[in-house]
């Protein structure tokens, strides 16, 4: 990443958490797997990146994300979706089959403003808390990378 980036140049990285909530439909929307704070963090570092800040994103949904995986008995070895050994009728929907009316959608939108102020809040407070994804804004600091990480 550094090779592409000048140094003092910003790098804001978005990407999907926690190995253990990967699905079919991290597949379809291009994931290649998920993320630990842990793992981005020296992702970063191993591309020659600091890290400035970061963070959770979407907490509100992780622990209902978990819940409807354990009940539906999908809380599975993510390596096994990403091995495609699991059929296509356990793919989960996206927002576009969203069809909940006015007063729902916008409870569901309240809960994530509130989600999105208190990652705000955490980042700034310099906490990592756990959400569905994780964003990381880092600055490239002009040395050669320990080892270009390529795809995880």
């Known amino acids: ?14 990407v999907p958490a926690w190995d253990q909530l990967y699905t079919r439909h991290d597949a379809i929307l291009g994931h290649y797997r998920r993320y630990s704070p842990a793992h981005l963090r020296r992702l970063l570092a191993d591309s020659g990146l600091t890290l400035l800040a970061g963070g959770g994103l979407f907490r509100a949904l992780l622990p209902l994300w978990a819940l409807r995986r354990l009940a539906a008995g999908r809380f599975r070895d993510a390596a096994s979706w990403q091995r495609g050994e699991h059929p296509a009728a356990e793919a989960d929907t996206g927002l576009a089959c969203w069809r909940a009316g006015a007063l729902l959608t916008a409870l569901v939108e309240g809960v994530l403003h509130v989600d999105g102020r208190l990652s705000e809040w955490s980042s700034h407070a310099g906490y990592w808390l756990p959400g569905m994804s994780l964003w990381a804004l880092a600055v490239a600091t002009g040395r050669s990378p320990a080892r270009w990480p390529g795809r995880c």
Request: hydrophobic fraction near 50%; charge should be positive; aromatic fraction near 0%.
């Open 1 to 14: 990443m550094a090779s592409v980036v000048r140094p003092g140049g910003h790098v804001l990285v978005s």
